[in-house]
């Protein structure tokens, strides 16, 4: 009697598919059956509010080994992080469990398994493209996205500006007296725990929207995953919106943005006065300077300017009276010189002259269509990354001036890797 597999079968299939579609056959074809196991897979990788805290787990040598028949081990795989993710182990304790668990399987279920508790399966698919297939089996993380700027969408004689910051979007969820960062789409930053995370602590209950900040955003972008010799010295968390833990729960929002903002800076002002009773630093945690100006195109300009002149990358235009956006809405917009979108490598093209046989550009998919980004490469990028295929797929930030008629950018240039976009 030969005996399958449900889990690894699911994950090569979907692995090795070519397309979009394709992919989605898969995922209909085994979440329509009722594949349990390759729900359990998805489900426990995707869902951004499931954390393991486990990490290295130590290899398995072979003559320790001793798989159970791939059903029970994938269920002892998953009571155990079940067990983790609700902290009923921790510690030693927990590595031991899941030690355990890599024991009773595989060695290629083991390969998985470590991919599911890094969140992180590489298998071409997103959280959008399973719920479609499956309608809301997926939490979403869904926070708020400008729209560009258009004077046209502007509601009210007045608006809220602020500068337009150039770091790491980041949605703190501070409950119970714990705090877990998040990207925006809902990726765990650990790093940032010991400063930032201890501070947020000090505030209530509630999410908090900002960005993690730097000196050097380049180097940010190094040290927001690096496991070890991180230097997060000068790192800070600025803050320019909250909202209350129930609507963010519910997915729709009643409180205003003025309200928002008010219920902000005390928090912080409590977070602060917190610390300075037991002696304590407050470092980490700053709010983004907001200005009420009239709806006037020529004010907002001048202030978006200034603002440029002083380093920032443009400014942020709101709506005073829109409650919190879940998504891209017209309640926020970015006015901007330049834009920046963040798009996947599909290729690499060498150099000429110069740069030959060092990488020339990236060829890279902006919705749909094929662009060259080979402005912003220095030489030692140029070297090192040229005939890397392991960076196929990898997410890259760039800057470009405005979308040409044909669907393309004009003056595309790189910008960084976004190592916190998958």
């Given at each position: ?8 079968d699911?994950?090569e ?52 080994r ?11 795989f ?26 009773n ?56 500006v602020e ?12 409950e ?16 940032f ?22 000196n ?59 610390a ?7 470092d980490y945690?700053?709010?983004?300077d ?36 879940f998504?891209?809405?017209?309640s926020?917009?970015?006015?901007k ?55 196929i797929?990898?997410?890259?930030e760039?800057?470009y001036?405005?979308?040409t ?18």
């Amino acid at each position: 009697m030969i005996v399958t597999d449900k889990g690894l079968d699911f994950l090569e299939a979907i692995k090795s598919a070519k397309g979009t579609n394709a992919k989605k056959e898969i995922l209909k074809n085994n979440l329509g059956i009722g594949n349990e196991i390759a729900g359990s897979i998805l489900y426990n990788t995707f869902n951004p509010y499931i954390t393991f805290n486990v990490v290295k787990v130590p290899k398995v040598r072979n003559q320790d080994r001793k798989p159970l028949p791939p059903d029970e081990a994938w269920e002892l795989f998953f009571s155990s992080t079940d067990q983790c993710a609700k902290r009923e182990v921790t510690g030693n304790a927990a590595i031991n469990l899941i030690h355990y668990a890599f024991m009773n399987s595989s060695e290629q279920q083991e390969k998985w398994m470590r991919k599911i508790l890094k969140k992180n399966l590489a298998i071409g698919i997103s959280v959008k493209s399973i719920n479609k297939v499956a309608p809301n089996f997926i939490p979403t993380f869904d926070v708020a996205l400008a729209q560009k700027f258009d004077m046209k969408r502007i509601q009210g004689d007045e608006v809220y500006v602020e500068p337009k910051l150039d770091g790491i979007r980041c949605l703190a969820i501070v409950e119970n007296g714990k705090a877990k960062l998040f990207t925006r789409a809902g990726k765990l930053i650990t790093n940032f725990d010991e400063t930032v995370g201890k501070e947020l602590i000090l505030m209530d209950d509630g999410c908090y929207d900002g960005e993690i900040m730097s000196n050097d955003f380049t180097d940010l972008m190094r040290q927001v995953y690096r496991k070890e010799n991180k230097d997060i010295a000068d790192v800070y968390l600025s803050l320019f919106d909250y909202i209350p833990l129930s609507e963010w729960r519910a997915g729709k929002s009643q409180t205003s943005c003025r309200e928002r903002y008010e219920i902000l800076e005390d928090q912080v002002s409590r977070g602060y006065r917190s610390a300075k009773r037991y002696s304590a630093l407050f470092d980490y945690i700053r709010v983004v300077d907001r200005y009420t100006l009239p709806s006037d195109h020529d004010k907002i300009k001048a202030k978006h300017d200034e603002f440029v002149s002083n380093g920032y990358e443009g400014a942020m235009v709101k709506n005073i009276d829109a409650p919190y956006s879940f998504g891209r809405d017209w309640s926020v917009m970015k006015y901007k010189a330049f834009f920046d979108a963040d798009v996947p490598i599909i290729g690499l093209k060498e150099g000429t002259g110069k740069h030959q046989g060092k990488l020339g550009s990236f060829l890279v998919d902006y919705k749909g269509v094929e662009v060259n980004v080979g402005s912003g490469l220095n030489d030692e990028l140029r070297e090192k990354l040229w005939g890397d295929a392991t960076i196929i797929g990898r997410i890259i930030e760039v800057r470009y001036q405005e979308e040409t008629p044909d669907g393309s950018l004009r003056f595309p240039t790189f910008v960084c890797f976004r190592n916190d976009k998958e």
